[in-house]
């Protein structure tokens, strides 16, 4: 199984398969110490809100170990290990979160001892990275009904084991059904601009010897006219209390040709990703990126000098076109406003209702 | 304008625009000969039906001028000249009718001199270049009726002055509004694999002030659905007697995004398109090419070594799915086997009726 984030007891390191390097280069980074997952994470060599999660998890477990033969207050320097790996990437939910978790723990039980709070924080990582592969393994579970053997299916950007802490939401899904013993085949949509299809998804299915074809975002259409996709399943960034499902741009034109052509379309997604204090789609701000992503490729300059660009990094899937939404928890079908708190366990906060 | 395929008669030579080299360099390559005009083609360096077989015919012209001070037999040099041109691109159909139009017309007249000869070439490829733009004219002043001021439409591909003899058949709908003093802005899809949205249209309407935005294929969907697209207009490859448009991969699913949103559909074509020999889209073979055109962008590697590809050229757009088909004999709509021949004046040959 991939192991993006994989802590190695014998040498004391955390293990980053260097994610800017695929599928090219396979090369690992092995860290020591707060500062150098802080630059992983910076850098971008790993990536996905779960995955960074568990990495700065043990990012602080190095950091106490690296200060046990040091004088200093126990306090201040967890304080300063964590504030360095919160500033990594400023809008990933998880990272918070993992960080907070961590530090409560070790707060409550070293008493001021960096031996002891680093076990503590490992163990925390530990049970974050298996918390997180287990409820990975439970949206495949669900999922992996939907398929049919010999189905083929289509995905889109990088929902997998590279993403999460190692089994992925929309590919673990495939990796469930294979584990089931089904047979079936993937098309993989590249995902532009920054092809995270291409690069990490086709390497990722490849690597594990699932049988996945590459396609460019605009050839998805004629597959699923052609009875060529029997089914789409995607991931999601966020999803409100109606079910409007922001995801990775070109998920919503799937959604559309897949309900026009009368195909199954699914998002696998976590309970956490669920923002019950939203309603609509419109609600969701959609952060538009750097305008080179699109007049460049790997440094290969594809437009003219300066030519205006739009770059919406999401788009937003209205509920009307979502055959299923596959969670941990079970699968939310149909969606509406009464399904998703039935499932998840969660209403819209009563001061927003 | 962008003239791509220029004759100067001062020094007697053919002016391409290197397209090979848009949009980082703008550089023209000067053909003397019949050998440098067959290279050029060879090479890409002009590309799209109309502007090869406008490039050919000048090369006929160019191969007969460098002969004549040599002696040899006029009629077997002549078929020589004509067997290099054709040979360049085997599936070019303007490419065959434009260098049959020019021999048969030196034939006819030249009485075996070679600066006759050349001379008639000259004046048949000037001819036929002229008669290209005057179509593409045509389906522009009939399509700008479609546009009215101040909206946005979107376009794929490159059906542009760089495709043809200098006004283009989608992009000659935008010349024309704006001749007839309309305000509009363009958004242009970069049209994976190829990039000949990003590298050539998004080049052809900058380079003339249009107000044009470059996208990604997956971006179309999202703009769509939030009303910021009026109209969208493409160009075609092949269109049945019935009405199925074989265009550029990507078009199908652009036009399905337009239906399920309520947003108009079309598609701009000289008559010469309609093969009336074939009904339904099915019937239309579609081309798969080379794999390396998804796995590599500008020699850059984006996906793993040998990755399984599926790299078809072309789709099929349905005639439900299309508003109206723009032609230089008028507008078809609605679209049905009635509509196509009365309005292009060829019905399908009564053998496969």
């Known amino acids: 199984m991939i192991d993006a984030v994989s802590y190695h007891s014998e040498s004391g390191s955390l293990e980053l398969l260097d994610q800017t390097l695929l599928p090219v280069e396979i090369r690992k980074v092995r860290c020591t110490s707060e500062h150098e997952v802080a630059h992983a994470i910076v850098s971008m060599k790993v990536r996905g809100a779960p995955a960074i999660g568990v990495a700065a998890a043990y990012g602080i477990a190095l950091g106490l170990a690296s200060k046990a033969n040091q004088s200093g207050d126990f306090n201040s320097a967890l304080d300063a290990i964590c504030k360095l790996l919160a500033a990594t990437r400023p809008t990933a939910g998880n990272l918070f979160w993992a960080i907070d978790r961590v530090k409560r723990v070790v707060l409550a039980a070293a008493g001021g001892d960096f031996i002891k709070g680093a076990d503590l924080a490992l163990k925390e990582a530990h049970a974050i990275k298996a918390e997180d592969i287990a409820m990975c393994r439970r949206i495949g579970e669900f999922g992996a009904t939907l398929l049919k053997d010999g189905?083929?299916?289509?995905?889109?950007?990088?929902?997998?084991?590279?993403?999460?802490?190692?089994?992925?939401?929309?590919?673990?899904?495939f990796r469930a059904a294979r584990e089931q013993g089904k047979n079936f085949k993937i098309f993989v949509d590249e995902t532009r601009p920054l092809l995270q299809g291409a690069r990490l998804t086709a390497w990722e299915l490849s690597q594990e010897g699932f049988d996945a074809t590459l396609i460019c975002d605009n050839m998805a259409g004629s597959l699923i006219r052609d009875?060529?996709?029997?089914?789409v399943v995607v991931g999601a960034d966020r999803i409100t209390s109606k079910g409007f499902v922001a995801n990775k741009i070109g998920t919503y034109p799937l959604a559309v040709l897949a309900k026009y052509n009368g195909v199954p379309f699914y998002v696998a997604a976590p309970e956490s990703t669920f923002d019950m204090s939203l309603s609509y789609g419109d609600e969701i701000k959609i952060e538009e990126r750097d305008h080179n992503e699109v007049r460049f490729i790997g440094g290969v300059q594809i437009a003219p000098d300066n030519m205006p660009v739009y770059n919406?990094?999401?788009?937003?899937?209205p509920p009307e076109l979502i055959t299923a939404i596959i969670t941990d928890k079970g699968i939310i079908r149909p969606i509406y406003g009464q399904t998703i708190p039935e499932i998840i366990g969660r209403k819209r906060p009563e001061s927003l209702s």
Request: net charge negative.
């Open 227 to 231: 009875d060529r996709v029997q089914g």
């Open 312 to 317: 919406p990094a999401f788009d937003v899937t």
């Open 151 to 173: 189905e083929t299916w289509l995905t889109h950007c990088n929902a997998g084991a590279l993403a999460t802490a190692g089994y992925g939401t929309a590919l673990g899904v």
